[in-house]
C-alpha cells in the first residue's frame, strides 16, 4: 500500500514557475513508476508527465513538454514536478499517482488505468 500527499500548488502569474512535491508513505517506493496527471474544471484528467520507477526515464505530454520536469529521489520517496513558462491553460488540479510496480525497468505508464495509487491533489493556478 502506498499513500501519496503532493504539496506545492498555489496561485502563479503566466510565465512564473512552481514546484511540486509529492511524498509517499509505504515500502518500496523505488520500485513504482510514477505520474502526474491533472483535471482542470469540466475537463477530463489528463496525463502530464511520468517517470520509471529508477528515474532513468520520463515522458511527458506535448502540452507540457519543453516546460515541465518531472523527477524523483528515492532515497526521500519523494517525486517532482518543476512547472516553468506557466500558462494559464496549465490551471488545474495535479494528482500525483504510483503505477503498476511489475512493468519493468523502461516502464511508463501513460494512462489512469495502470496507476495503482493516487495522491488528494494540488491546486494550481495560473493568472493572466
Known amino acids: 500500500q502506498v499513500q501519496l500527499v503532493e504539496s506545492g500548488g498555489g496561485l502563479v502569474q503566466a510565465g512564473g514557475s512552481l514546484r511540486l512535491s509529492c511524498a509517499a508513505s509505504?515500502?518500496?517506493?523505488?520500485?513504482?513508476?510514477m505520474g502526474w496527471f491533472r483535471q482542470a474544471p469540466g475537463k477530463e484528467r489528463e496525463f502530464v508527465a511520468g517517470?520509471?520507477?529508477?528515474?532513468?526515464?520520463?515522458y511527458y505530454a506535448d502540452s507540457v513538454k519543453g516546460r515541465f520536469t518531472i523527477s524523483r529521489d528515492n532515497a526521500k520517496n519523494t517525486v517532482y514536478l518543476q512547472m516553468n513558462s506557466l500558462k494559464p491553460e496549465d490551471t488545474a488540479v495535479y494528482y500525483c499517482?504510483?503505477?503498476?510496480?511489475?512493468?519493468?525497468?523502461?516502464?511508463?505508464?501513460?494512462?489512469?488505468?495502470?496507476?495503482?495509487?493516487w495522491g488528494q491533489g494540488t491546486q494550481v493556478t495560473v493568472s493572466s
Open positions: 509505504g515500502r518500496f517506493f523505488s520500485r513504482y513508476p
Open positions: 517517470i520509471t520507477s529508477s528515474g532513468g526515464e520520463s
Open positions: 499517482a504510483a503505477g503498476y510496480s511489475g512493468g519493468g525497468y523502461y516502464y511508463i505508464p501513460l494512462v489512469e488505468s495502470e496507476y495503482n495509487y
